[in-house]
Nanobody, 122 residues
Framework: QVQLVESGGGLVQAGGSLRLSCAAS????????MGWFRQAPGKEREFVSV????????YYADSVKGRFTISRDNAKITVHLQMNSLKPEDTALYYC???????????????WGQGTQVTVSS
């Protein structure tokens, strides 16, 4: 089992920044890919970004490319999502998740956090 706990969400004005963090514990593995997803009210959960513990492979959704940056702290087993130039359409519940392979598909992610709310006001 892998436990994931997100933090760092909040309310910010459009154009502002937030940094989300995801602390992993339990049976963490360097082979896991760590991803961020988000879900807005009435919409499906969508992929945001993913990275791995072992190398610099990263993917981003087109909607966040150039504005969001995913990074990891291997010593603290924590993954971060730096979100800049936030827009009202970024408003959602953001989830951290772990998958056994590097993938954008939410169906491949086995472990999920509880989510942290990000609200961007216009």
């Amino acid at each position: 089992q892998v436990q994931l706990v997100e933090s760092g969400g909040g309310l910010v004005q459009a154009g502002g920044s937030l940094r989300l963090s995801c602390a992993a514990s339990g049976r963490t593995s360097s082979n896991y890919a760590m991803g961020w997803f988000r879900q807005a009210p009435g919409k499906e959960r969508e992929f945001v970004s993913v990275t791995t513990w072992s190398d610099d492979s990263t993917y981003y959704a087109d909607s966040v490319k150039g504005r969001f940056t995913i990074s990891r702290d291997n010593a603290k087993i924590t993954v971060h999502l730096q979100m800049n130039s936030l827009k009202p359409e970024d408003t959602a519940l953001y989830y951290c998740a772990a998958a056994p392979v590097l993938t954008r598909s939410k169906n491949m992610f086995r472990y999920w956090g509880q989510g942290t709310q990000v609200t961007v006001s216009s």
